[in-house]
C-alpha cells in the first residue's frame, strides 16, 4: 500500500469498495484516463457488504419476475412504466459489461454472470387475474418478448419441477415465465471491476475506515481516515469524492455538511436467506421465481426461490425472511440507527412510523418466526421442501430512505437516491433495490449531476462503450432486440 500524507490531493476518491464505487471508478478511469483515483474501503476485502454474492439474491434485476415495480393501481389497472424504465436500466449495465469483456477488461462472463430463467409463480384466483392483467400491460414490449403464461401445473412443472411436485392439484397457481434472464455474482463483478481499476492505475486501499469529511476554502475535500490496522490517523484532500459506502454513507453525508442531506433518515432492515446446495435439489431448479410480497412487507421482502451461481458453484437460495436490527451495516455497531437521528430528519422518521404501521406488524411477525414457520413459506413454493436440506444464512443488510415529503410530512422510500452537492464536487448513494443491477446507469446519473459541463465531451465515449446512452430501447423494438442480442452474445448467455 502506498503511503498517504496530508498535502496530497488526489482527484477523485471512492469511499466503499462495493459496486456502484467500482462501477463509478471504471467509468471514470475510461472518461478521463488521467485522472488520479484512490479507492478506501474500511474493511479487509473488497465486496463484503452488500455488493457480496450470499448478502443479496443476485438477480440481474430487469423487472422480468419481480411483481413489485408493477404494482396493481386503485382502481385495478396494472401499469408497465416502472418495469420498462428499470429494464432499460439494466441494459446499459449488460452493454457496459458486454464493453469490458470485448477489450478484456472483464474475464470470461460466466465468472460472474450466467443464463437463468426469470418466472412470477402466483396462487389464488385474485393474485392469477392480477398476474394476467400484468401480462397483457407487458405484451408488445420490445424489452420483454417471449414472455410464456401458464396456469396447468403440468406446464409449470416443465419449467421448475419443484413448484409442481406434491402440490395439491386443485390449486389455482398461474406462472410466467422469461428465458432471457439472468443470475449475477455482483461480489466476483465488483473483485474484477477493482482488480481492472488498478491496472488504470487506481490505488485500492483496504482497511482504512474515513472519519471526516470536511469541506476546504480551495473546494476540495479532506478526508481524514484511520488505517484499522494499528490505528494509523491519515488524511488525503480530494477534488470529488464519491460516497459509496452502502448504509455508512448517511453517516458520512451527514458529516459533511452539504445542506442537501438535510431531512434523510435511514430505516434499516436486516434480512436471512435459506440455502441448500444438495445437487438432487440444485438440479431440479433452474429459474429465479418470485411471488407476491405479503401484506406491509416492503419490496425487498419478496418471497422468491433463485438459482445462485458462486465461484462457480450452483445452489438454491430462498427468502428474504426480513427482520430488524438498528445496524446500517452487517459489520457495523448498534448504534447506526440513533446516531443517524437529526434535528433535520427527526419529524419525517416520526411519520414515516407513524403512517408505516403494517410494516413494523409484517417485521415482528418476522423477527418471532420460528425455523418451522420459515420452512412454511418455503414450502408454499416447494411442497416436497424438508428442513435438514436447508441452512439459514445471514444475508446483507438494506437501509431504506427516508426523507421529507412536502404533502406527507415524510416517505419511506423503496429505491434508489443520488445526493449531490451543489458544486458538484461530492456526491452519495441511499437506498437499495434495485441497486446493484443498475449501477452503471445510476452512476452516469452521478456524472450527469456532478459533471455537466464535460458531459458532451465524454458523449462519443460514452455511446461506444454504452451504444442505447442518451436513447430509449424500449420505444425501438429493432434496436432494442439487435441490442440484446449483441450483448448476449458476447456475454454468452442464451438471449
Known sequence: MESVNSEETVDVVLIGGGIMSATLGSLISR????????????????????????????TGHAALCELNYMPENADGTVSADKAVAINEQFQISRQYWA??????????????????????????????????KRVEALEGQPLFPDMEYSEDLERIAEWTPLLA?????????????????????FGALTKYLLSDLEEHGASIQTNHQVTRLKRLKDGTWN?????????????????????GAGGGALALLQNSGIPEIKGFGGFPIS?????????KLVAQHQAKVYGKAAVGAPPMSV?????????????LLFGPYAGFTP??????????????????N???????????????????????????????????????????????????????????????????????????????????????????????????????????????????????????????LSGDPAKAEASTAATAKTLQLSA
Not at 476485502?45 to 455488493?51: G, L, P, R
Not at 490517523?233 to 469524492?241: D, G, I, Q
Open 31 to 58: 472518461l478521463q484516463p488521467e485522472w488520479s483515483i484512490r479507492v478506501y474501503e474500511r474493511l479487509g476485502e473488497v465486496a463484503q457488504e452488500s455488493s457480496n454474492a450470499w448478502n443479496n439474491a443476485g
Open 99 to 132: 464493453h469490458l469483456v470485448s477489450t478484456g477488461s472483464l474475464p470470461e462472463p460466466h465468472n460472474f454472470i450466467n443464463s437463468t430463467p426469470h418466472m412470477t409463480f402466483v396462487r389464488g384466483k385474485a393474485n392469477i387475474e392480477y398476474l394476467k
Open 165 to 185: 411436485k406434491k402440490r395439491n392439484p386443485k390449486q389455482k397457481v398461474a406462472a410466467t415465465r422469461i428465458v432471457a434472464g439472468t443470475d449475477v455474482d
Open 223 to 243: 478526508l481524514r481516515l484511520k488505517h484499522l490496522v494499528g490505528g494509523t490517523p491519515k488524511s488525503v484532500n480530494a477534488r470529488f469524492v464519491f460516497v
Open 271 to 279: 434480512g436471512q436467506f435459506l440455502r441448500t446446495t444438495n445437487p
Open 303 to 315: 418471497p422468491h426461490l433463485d438459482t445462485r451461481v458462486v465461484d462457480g458453484e450452483t445452489a
Open 327 to 344: 445496524k446500517f451495516l452487517k459489520t457495523s455497531t448498534w448504534f447506526d440507527l440513533p446516531f443517524s437521528i437529526r434535528l433535520h
Open 346 to 472: 427527526l419529524g419525517p422518521m416520526i411519520q414515516v412510523g407513524l403512517k408505516n404501521f403494517d410494516l413494523v406488524k409484517y417485521l415482528v411477525s418476522e423477527l418471532m418466526a420460528s425455523r418451522e414457520k420459515k420452512m412454511q413459506v418455503l414450502r408454499e413454493f416447494m411442497p416436497t421442501a424438508k428442513s435438514e436440506d436447508w441452512e439459514l444464512i445471514t444475508a446483507g443488510q438494506r437501509v431504506q430512505v427516508m426523507k421529507k415529503d412536502p404533502e406527507k410530512g415524510g416517505v419511506l422510500q423503496f429505491g434508489t437516491e443520488v445526493i449531490t452537492g451543489a458544486d458538484g464536487t461530492i456526491a452519495g448513494l441511499l437506498g437499495a433495490s434495485p441497486g446493484a443491477s443498475t449501477a452503471a446507469p445510476i452512476m452516469l446519473d452521478v456524472l450527469a449531476r456532478c459533471f455537466p459541463d464535460r458531459m458532451a465531451e465524454w458523449e462519443p465515449k460514452l455511446r461506444e462503450m454504452i451504444p442505447s446512452y442518451g436513447t430509449k
